[in-house]
Every structure is written in structure tokens, then in C-alpha cells.
């Protein structure tokens, strides 16, 4: 079935829909309905303007190309699994959530509490702006995208990152084995209760990276602007540049070419710090 140049904004437009092509349309108007495609099966959107909310909920295999959600297509893929999204806009809040199985690529996405207890997600080379973004996903796996917000990639589990840009507050609080290459990760407060966490020649930027953490592995990091690091974490690091201080590492070893200011006044703190070296881990 294929549905094409219509405009749609009664309830539940399309539900139950099985095989439907949608092209050129555009869900909205007077009629506010919510729900368009509900509880479908094998969907492909094409060029299509949603302007309604939570127009994808219970659906099974979404093809959505080069189109644009806005802020009122709040809420816009719940609970649906076997997702593909390219070159679109997703501007509505809480766009993805609880979703299985979803490859984003060439997106943009604005949208706070995105990616809420996702699995399974694959994005590549998008940028985002979010609050909260990616919060409690599982398997997840990112390559050249740019983030911009707060409170990102919290309670994580199993997630690899290459060549990202993260300029983000309190991003990987509590994620567990976590790898990131090649990434540029800015903000204050970086990973903090994190287990499990590999940083592989990334450029860390920003106040009090890396405290309490456990099983933490740097590999030839450099650190920028960094105070107050590594503050009860178990961490084993090669670190590239000159650290701004220190503070109590718990245990473990840190290689470094200098560090401005070392504060161990805490005698449960046993991590050994080693200045003007640049050995493997």
C-alpha cells in the first residue's frame, strides 16, 4: 500500500498499517490527532513532515528518511523495534525510548531524554543536542557524532565511541564497560562511579574528570584544563600531556609527563603516580 502527497491529522491516521509505503506527506492540522502510525509493521516514511505527537509507538520495522519531526512530534518512537532513521530531524522531546534494534545516521537531533533504556543502537556521523541523552541504553555503538547538553550517557552499559566530540556535563556517571577512541570528551565532572571504563587516545578537557571510578584505563590520553582528577578511582593510565593536579588516586598507576599539584591526604589513597615517563599500560 503507498500513501503519498496527503496531509493527515486525524487520531491514529494509519493505524495497524502492515507494507506501507507513506511519501510526501505531511500529519498535521486542525484535527490534532496523536498516534499516526501505531501499532504498525513494516513502515517506510519518506520526505514526510510530522508535526503531531507520538506518531511511531508498538511498531516493528521503520524505514524514516529525510524527514523532519518538530518540537510538537514529542514522544515520537516508543517502544518499537527494527528502526532505521537517515538524514532527518528529530526536534521533538523524548524522542527515543525503549527502542531495539535502531541505526541513526546522518541525523539531527534535538530533543532532551533522548535514547531513554534503548538497546542496540547504532548512530553515525549525526549531531545532537539533549538533556539526559542516552540515559540507562544498553549496546551501543557511535562513530563521528557531536553532542552538545547535560547529564549524558548516565547508568550505561556496554557502549564503544570513535571519533565523537562529547561536550557534555556528568556525562558516563555509573556506565559500565564503556570504551571510547579517538574522542574529544569537554565538561566537568566526567564519568564519575563509572566501572569498566577504557579512554583510548581521547583529548579530555574540564574540572574533576574521572573520580571514583573503578577499573578505569587511560592509553595515551592527553588532559587539558584538568584538576582535581582521578579522586578514589582504581585507574591505570598513560597520560600525554601535563596534568593541572591530582587528587588521592585509590589505587593503581598513573604515567605522566608532569603534574602541576599531587594532594594524597586521604591515607586510604595507595595510587602510585609516576612523573616524566610515557610506557604502556
Given amino acids: 500500500m503507498r500513501i503519498e502527497n496527503q496531509q493527515m491529522d486525524e487520531e491514529r491516521a494509519c493505524y495497524g498499517s502492515r507494507n506501507l509505503m507513506v511519501k510526501n506527506c505531511r500529519f498535521d492540522g486542525p484535527a490534532d490527532g496523536e498516534s499516526a502510525f501505531k501499532e504498525c509493521e513494516n513502515i517506510d516514511v519518506q520526505d514526510t513532515y510530522l508535526n503531531l505527537r507520538y506518531p511511531f509507538w508498538h511498531d516493528h520495522g521503520l524505514k524514516i528518511t529525510h524527514c523532519e519531526m518538530t518540537p510538537n512530534c514529542r514522544a515520537a518512537l516508543w517502544y518499537s523495534d527494527h528502526i532505521e532513521i537517515t538524514d532527518t530531524k528529530m526536534h521533538g522531546i523524548k524522542a527515543l525510548r525503549e527502542c531495539d534494534d535502531v541505526v541513526i545516521q546522518d541525523c539531527e537531533i534535538n530533543s532532551p531524554e533522548f535514547g531513554w533504556m534503548a538497546r542496540n543502537i547504532q548512530m553515525k556521523d549525526s549531531n545532537a543536542v539533549s538533556e539526559y541523552f542516552m540515559m540507562r541504553a544498553q549496546n551501543l555503538r557511535f562513530e563521528n557524532v ?5 547529564y549524558s550517557f548516565q547508568y550505561m ?17 555509573h556506565s559500565k ?73 585509590y589505587a593503581g598507576q598513573i604515567l605522566v609527563p608532569s603534574v602541576k599539584e599531587i594532594i594524597m591526604d586521604d591515607p586510604e589513597a595507595q595510587g602510585v603516580i609516576i612523573q616524566g615517563r610515557k610506557n604502556s599500560v
Fill in 177 to 249: 564497560d564503556v570504551w571510547v577512541k579517538n574522542s574529544v570528551l569537554k565538561g566537568e565532572y566526567l564519568a564519575w562511579y563509572s566501572e569498566g571504563l577504557v579512554l583510548e587516545n581521547c583529548t579530555i578537557i574540564g574540572t574533576q574528570p574521572l573520580c571514583y571510578c573503578r577499573d578505569l584505563k587511560l592509553i595515551q590520553c592527553e588532559m587539558i584544563d584538568t584538576d582535581l582528577a582521578f579522586e578514589r578511582s582504581i585507574v591505570n593510565a598513560v597520560i600525554t600531556t601535563e596534568v593541572e593536579s591530582i587528587k588521592n588516586p
Fill in 146 to 150: 557531536h553532542f552538545q547538553g547535560k
Fill in 157 to 173: 552499559n556496554n557502549a564503544y565511541f570513535d571519533h565523537c566530540v562529547f561536550d557534555t556535563k556528568d556525562a558516563f556517571w
